[in-house]
């Protein structure tokens, strides 16, 4: 009876020991399919998945992520495809609209130098509103083929805050002078210094000053802080704060009659979350303020933002 117990405890360990290779061994495999995945997922590559056990059920599960890796991967390639083509769709026709605009306000000044009557005076008026109207929505346009454009390009560098910001008010200057505009700006001291696209930051700033210069009442003021937040503020009558936080939408203006096509401060917006960093805006007391944040520190790998952003919880409200 005791040579019974001891082998029947002999095979009982021995079946112990196999199932807990076993278990080492599918650990083993799923670790390197869960490895194996997330480098191809990463990777454009068009090796597939292998493991080192040949466990039937591991195989098989081998075989269905490989199956579905495959369509992901002509899934990709046919997306990557159809996003070449709008890019390069939107470039074309936003350059082909440019052309005849340009010969259509050549001819509108050649006919305000002509003898007219008042009616004819009023309707050229008109058009010439609507045209210059077009001409704008079309720049914007033009813009957004650029930003499209600018996803493929452009590799960071050292940009210093301080010197970007006095550029940008430096070649806007002429049309500020021109609306009465005189910004007030603070700057710190020292550099406030960040890895960033620096012709992406030119447009960023470009287009805020834009807006700014189509919407100020004859008022501006930029802050740079030492943690990397740009504003630039300028009282707004009329604004609301929920029409504030409609700003940074596509196509959206507070007024439609004016000269603007809504896409600037979105366009804004979209490159500064591309370099990590976001945008805002804020509608406190009849002052508009519009803040873009670059943090400092590298881009995390996960979500492709930067760390200090993540840790904080995305923009401030």
Same mark, same amino acid.
């Given at each position: 009876?005791?040579?019974?117990?001891?082998?029947?405890c002999?095979?009982?360990t021995?079946?112990?020991?196999?199932?807990?290779?076993?278990?080492?061994?599918?650990?083993?495999?799923?670790?390197?399919?869960?490895?194996?995945l997330?480098e191809?997922?990463?990777?454009?590559? *068009?090796?597939?998945?292998?493991?080192?056990?040949?466990?039937s059920?591991m195989?098989?599960?081998?075989?269905?992520?490989?199956?579905?890796?495959r369509?992901?991967? #002509?899934?990709?390639?046919?997306?990557?495809?159809?996003?070449?083509?709008l890019?390069?769709?939107?470039?074309?026709?936003?350059?082909?609209?440019?052309?005849?605009l340009?010969?259509i306000?050549?001819?509108?000044?050649?006919l305000?130098?002509?003898?007219?009557?008042e009616?004819?005076?009023?309707?050229?008026?008109?058009?010439?509103?609507?045209?210059?109207?077009?001409?704008?929505l079309?720049?914007?346009?033009?813009?957004?083929?650029?930003v499209?454009?600018a996803?493929?390009?452009?590799?960071?560098?050292?940009v210093?805050? *301080?010197?970007?910001?006095?550029?940008?008010?430096?070649?806007?200057?002429g049309?500020?002078?021109?609306?009465?505009?005189?910004?007030?700006?603070?700057?710190?001291?020292e550099p406030?210094?960040?890895?960033?696209?620096?012709?992406?930051?030119?447009?960023?700033?470009?287009?805020?000053?834009?807006?700014?210069?189509?919407?100020?009442?004859?008022?501006?003021?930029v802050?740079?802080?030492?943690?990397?937040?740009l504003?630039?503020?300028n009282?707004?009558?009329?604004?609301?704060?929920?029409?504030? #936080?409609r700003?940074?939408?596509?196509?959206?203006?507070?007024?439609?009659?004016?000269?603007a096509?809504?896409?600037?401060?979105?366009?804004?917006? #979209?490159?500064?979350?591309?370099?990590?960093?976001?945008?805002?805006? #804020?509608?406190?007391?009849?002052?508009?303020?519009?803040?873009?944040h670059?943090?400092?520190?590298?881009?995390?790998?996960?979500?492709?933002?930067?760390?200090?952003?993540?840790i904080?919880?995305?923009?401030?409200?």
């Open positions: 009876m005791v040579y019974v117990l001891c082998a029947l002999a095979v009982l021995l079946a112990v020991l196999l199932l807990a290779w076993k278990i080492v061994l599918l650990r083993r495999s799923a670790e390197e399919l869960c490895q194996g997330q191809r997922l990463e990777e454009d590559t *068009n090796t597939l998945l292998s493991i080192s056990s040949r466990d059920a195989c098989r599960l081998a075989a269905g992520l490989n199956a579905q890796l369509l992901l991967r #002509q899934e990709r390639r046919q997306y990557q495809s159809g996003d070449r083509t890019k390069d769709t939107v470039t074309n026709i936003s350059h082909d609209l440019r052309t005849p340009t010969a306000c050549g001819y509108l000044d050649l305000e130098g002509e003898e007219k009557s009616a004819a005076a009023r309707y050229l008026e008109l058009i010439r509103g609507r045209t210059d109207h077009l001409r704008s079309t720049e914007e346009f033009f813009r957004t083929s650029a499209l454009a996803q493929e390009s452009g590799e960071p560098e050292e210093s805050l *301080n010197r970007a910001v006095e550029e940008a008010l430096a070649a806007w200057y049309t500020f002078s021109a609306k009465g505009i005189a910004p007030e700006v603070e700057l710190p001291e406030v210094v960040r890895r960033l696209d620096r012709e992406a930051l030119a447009r960023i700033l470009s287009n805020i000053l834009s807006n700014a210069a189509k919407y100020s009442p004859g008022d501006l003021r802050s740079l802080t030492a943690d990397g937040t504003t630039f503020s009282t707004a009558p009329g604004l609301t704060p929920v029409l504030a #936080q700003l940074f939408d596509r196509y959206f203006t507070v007024e439609t009659g004016r000269e096509g809504g896409l600037g401060l979105s366009i804004a917006r #979209q490159m500064a979350e591309q370099m990590g960093g976001w945008a805002d805006a #804020q509608y406190r007391d009849g002052t508009l303020a519009i803040r873009v670059f943090p400092q520190g590298r881009p995390c790998g996960g979500c492709q933002s930067n760390i200090g952003a993540c904080s919880g995305n923009k401030l409200v």
